[in-house]
């Protein structure tokens, strides 16, 4: 089957600590994206890459880090620097410039305590 | 200020009910689409439709319309006969261009949409 997929679908740290959440996807994007859910938040944009080996900040990049080696993955660290770790991360693609529509992972709930 | 509005933060209605959720948004773009997206308790994002700046002719997909006023900058989704597998989180989104030429999505805040029996 066709899709994205983020692992772990639960996820808890110790402050402090950093950690990579996964995203990858077998559709063939070109484009892919990290959001943040919080309760009535909403999703915010972390960071976004149109191509491999190029990506750009969202409007809440500070405290995160991403890679795209590889055209099916965009891997989210969140470091220690950021202060509110503790929310729901979503990976989505889409094909890439041209507004197409965005498909998104299942999501990972990350958890520091 | 480019962004999307959704007024209503919460319904309630009972099954078979129809029931319309607001999307009101701003842009500088000419040409800009709008999107709706669906969450269930699941939690992922299931994509419902896209609809383009020069095509205002509404849409039915089944039990789903959605109308699109540029006169008014708002983009509604109507459900009608509603059900309780309706029940879900609704985004309403923007695509906008950045400064560096790239795209991206800008949500709404969402509406959470409860169906009862």
């Known amino acids: 089957d066709g899709g994205i997929t983020q692992s772990p679908k639960y996820l808890f740290r110790k402050e402090g600590q950093n950690v990579t959440l996964s995203c990858e996807q077998n559709l063939n994007h070109d484009a892919m994206y990290w959001y943040r859910q919080d309760p009535g938040q909403g999703l915010r944009l972390i960071y976004y890459?149109?191509?491999?080996?190029?990506?750009q900040k969202g409007d809440i990049a500070e405290g995160y880090s991403v890679s795209r080696e590889k055209k099916e993955s965009f891997p989210l660290t969140v470091t220690s620097a950021q202060k509110n770790p503790t929310a729901f991360y979503l990976c989505a693609s889409s094909m890439g410039r041209g507004a197409y529509e965005q498909y998104f992972g299942p999501g990972t709930r990350l958890t520091v305590t | 200020a480019q962004k999307v509005t959704q007024a209503q933060t919460e319904i309630s209605v009972v099954e078979k009910e129809d029931v319309t959720l607001d999307c009101v948004y701003e842009?500088?773009?000419?040409?800009?689409?709008l999107f709706w997206y669906k969450q269930p308790p699941s939690g992922e994002l299931v994509f419902l439709i896209r609809?383009?700046?020069?095509?205002?002719q509404n849409e039915i997909s089944g039990r789903y319309s959605w109308n699109f006023q540029k006169s008014t900058s708002s983009f509604n989704f109507t459900i009608t006969a509603s059900q309780v597998v309706d029940s879900a989180v609704y985004f309403c989104a923007l695509s906008i261009i950045t400064q560096g030429g790239s795209e991206k999505l800008v949500f709404g805040k969402g509406m959470k949409l409860t169906v009862n029996p």
């Open positions: 890459s149109q191509i491999v080996n190029d990506f």
């Open positions: 842009t500088r773009d000419t040409t800009y689409y």
């Open positions: 609809r383009n700046s020069f095509d205002e």
